[in-house]
């Protein structure tokens, strides 16, 4: 061929890559990122849910639990798409995030950061490419909690930077959770008198409000007087998530939800009798213990409620302490 028609062919050729570029950098054609945790150092592999609402056949996740001073370890592959002979990048990032979000306030509120630069300078990716990371003993003082306020969450976050004309930021997230053994406080007895007018007068005990989260809460309540005819007594279990604000004026927001109830006594009780009051925890799980930070607290109450025939309603709350004694 004469020199001028294979210059032409070849600036054509590259014509045509280069257009081949843009329209996959357009077309949104881009590399997977697939985060995959160690085995080491993780307590073990828990299965949640598929969050996506509109995948009804999406199967559940494993992800794996570790405890404060854990080394969170990995690596991150990236897998270029067919027909992709490079990929342009300015920086290849992995993170380490905690962050308590609450979607009622639209407020995100990141506690723990970390960064890793896999590739720290512009570059380009010519095949698979496989990073390994490893944050070594980050500070993860808070539980892991997925309640119906907020969520306390840890994740992990592959990011591919890109700033170029057409071209845009690739990122996916890894959760992880956060369980911190606790150890049980001594035991702490509560006892209480109750009265109605002169209707009624009860007396209610707990042996123990230090409760593990594998354990169960015990004690009694004793009918003094009566004359009201109750027909039925239950015992609910409580939880008061609460967040605090950014917002002048409104520093807090709280939410209350009851986990679950039992019925401890059905008839009409005369007086002197005794009824005993047994509540295992387990039956809530997932349950967290009880939580306070800067951030935000997770509490936990039983809750004695009393109706009569008449379908009129009495309650008394009492605080009890959980604690996490034992992984998930």
């Known amino acids: 061929l004469?020199?001028?028609q294979l210059t032409n062919d070849?600036?054509?050729n590259n014509f045509f890559k280069g257009l081949k570029k843009s329209v996959n950098s357009i077309s949104g054609i881009n590399p997977t990122l697939n985060i995959s945790?160690?085995?080491?150092s993780r307590l073990k592999l828990i299965e949640i849910p598929s969050n996506d609402d509109d995948d009804k056949?999406?199967?559940s996740?494993?992800?794996p639990v570790y405890e404060n001073g854990s080394n969170i370890s990995g690596h991150v592959d990236i897998i270029l798409p067919d027909g992709f002979d490079t990929y342009e990048y300015d920086e290849i990032a992995i993170y380490l995030v905690g962050h308590v979000i609450c979607e009622d306030i639209d407020q995100d509120q990141v506690f723990l950061s970390h960064k890793i630069a896999a590739q720290s300078k512009p570059g380009k990716l010519t095949q698979n490419t496989e990073f390994d990371f490893k944050f070594n003993k980050p500070k993860l003082t808070l539980n892991s909690f997925y309640g119906s306020l907020f969520k306390c969450r840890y994740f992990i976050r592959a990011i591919i930077n890109r700033s170029k004309m057409f071209q845009s930021n690739i990122k996916t997230d890894q959760d992880f959770m956060v369980c911190n053994i606790q150890n049980?406080?001594?035991p702490k007895p509560v006892s209480m008198q109750v009265g109605v007018d002169d209707c009624l007068h009860i007396k209610f005990q707990y042996d123990n409000v230090n409760v593990s989260t594998h354990g169960k809460l015990e004690g009694h309540v004793k009918i003094l007087s009566n004359s009201l005819k109750i027909s039925t007594m239950q015992i609910q279990l409580i939880r008061r998530e609460m967040v605090k604000t950014i917002e002048m004026g409104k520093p807090e927001v709280i939410n209350t939800t009851v986990l679950g109830k039992y019925e401890i006594m059905d008839g009409f009780p005369g007086d002197?009798?005794?009824i005993p009051v047994r509540m295992f925890m387990q039956r809530f799980q997932p349950i967290t213990g009880t939580q306070t930070s800067d951030y935000f607290s997770v509490r936990y109450y039983a809750n004695l409620g009393l109706i009569d025939c008449d379908g009129r309603r009495y309650f008394k709350t009492c605080e009890i302490n959980l604690f996490r004694?034992?992984?998930l």
Not at 37 to 40: A, H, I, L, Y
């Open 2 to 4: 004469p020199l001028t």
């Open 10 to 12: 070849m600036s054509l």
């Open 37 to 40: 945790f160690s085995p080491e």
């Open 57 to 59: 056949n999406q199967e």
């Open 61 to 63: 996740q494993f992800i």
């Open 184 to 186: 049980l406080k001594p």
């Open 272 to 274: 002197g009798e005794e």
């Open 325 to 327: 004694t034992k992984v």
